[in-house]
Nanobody, 123 residues
């Protein structure tokens, strides 16, 4: 199983940008698809974006399409989520996850989760 650690969260003003990182260890990261999710207080966990193991194909939720970009560097075992034009409603705990199946990421049922990183967007 792969271990995942997110970083890069913090406080940002509306309209600003953040880049989240997801460092992987314990299993060949390049053999897994990875994704990003978020959960706001009182809400269910939400799928945001996913990328296949080779990085050639991505999926996005409509809520972040055009503002967020998922990418990965398999040589460094790191995944990224670039978040631009942030809004107060983007405030949440952000999680990365990995699975052999891209479908399992899209339906929010991956094998491995990170511990999450808080993103707060002030108005």
């Amino acid at each position: 199983q792969v271990q995942l650690v997110e970083s890069g969260g913090g406080l940002v003003q509306a309209g600003g940008s953040l880049r989240l990182s997801c460092a992987a260890s314990g299993r060949t990261f390049s053999s897994l698809a990875m994704g990003w999710f978020r959960q706001a207080p009182g809400k269910e966990r939400e799928f945001l974006a996913a990328i296949i193991r080779g990085g050639g194909s991505t999926r996005y939720a409509d809520s972040v399409k055009g503002r967020f970009t998922i990418s990965r560097d398999n040589t460094r075992n790191i995944g990224y989520l670039q978040m631009n034009s942030l809004k107060p409603e983007d405030t949440a705990v952000y999680y990365c996850a990995a699975d052999q199946s891209l479908h399992n990421l899209v339906v929010i049922a991956p094998d491995s989760w990170g511990q999450g990183t808080q993103v707060t967007v002030s108005s």
